[in-house]
C-alpha cells in the first residue's frame, strides 16, 4: 500500500513538474473586427506605421503560440514596436454558423483566411492589403523560427515596403 501510495504521489508531482503555463488568450471577442483595424489604421497613420492584423482566435492554439512568441524575441519586439500598429483580429472558425457573419471581414481582408491561421495581414495606414503572410512558412518543426519572423517583418516595413 505504501509503495502504491508513494508511486501516486511521484508520479503526480512528475506529471506537474511537466506542465505547461496555458497561453494567454490574445483575441477579445467583444470587438467589432471592422471597427478594431479602423482604429489601428488612424493610429497607424498619426505614427507612420503599417498595422499587422493577426487573424485568428483564442480557440487556435498556433494563433496563441505565435502571439507569446513575438512578445518574447526581444529583436522581433523591437521590429513590431517600431514599424508596426500590431493587432489581434478574433475571427470564428472556419464552419462554424459564426463564420458567415465573418464574410465582410474576410472579404477586406483579401480572405487571408482561407491559408489557416493564424494568418497575418500587412495593411498600409491607408488600408491597402499589402501582404498575406501564411504563418506555416515561419515554423520551424513545433515553434517558430525567429530568423524567418524578423526576415518577414523587415520586408513589409513602411521603409521596405516603399522600395
Known amino acids: ?49 503599417n498595422v499587422i492584423v493577426q487573424l485568428g482566435g483564442n480557440w487556435c492554439v498556433w494563433c496563441l503560440r505565435f502571439a ?33 457573419a465573418a464574410e465582410p471581414l474576410q472579404k477586406r481582408l483579401h480572405n487571408a483566411g ?12 491607408d488600408g491597402n492589403v499589402l501582404h498575406i503572410q501564411d504563418s506555416s512558412f515561419l515554423e520551424s518543426g513545433s515553434c517558430y523560427d525567429a530568423d524567418k519572423v524578423l526576415r518577414f517583418l523587415n520586408g513589409w516595413t513602411p521603409e521596405s515596403a516603399k522600395q
Open 1 to 49: 500500500m505504501k509503495r502504491t501510495l508513494a508511486f501516486i504521489a511521484m508520479t503526480m508531482v512528475m506529471a506537474g513538474a511537466g506542465a505547461q503555463t496555458p497561453l494567454p488568450k490574445v483575441y477579445d471577442e467583444s470587438i467589432d473586427p471592422m471597427i478594431q483595424i479602423d482604429k489601428a489604421l488612424a493610429k497607424a497613420k498619426d505614427e507612420h506605421k
Open 68 to 100: 507569446d512568441f513575438i512578445t518574447k524575441e526581444a529583436p522581433i519586439d523591437s521590429v513590431i514596436r517600431h514599424n508596426y500598429e500590431y493587432i489581434h483580429v478574433n475571427t470564428p472558425r472556419r464552419g462554424t454558423p459564426q463564420a458567415k
Open 114 to 125: 482561407r491559408f489557416g491561421y493564424p494568418v497575418l495581414v500587412v495593411m498600409d495606414a
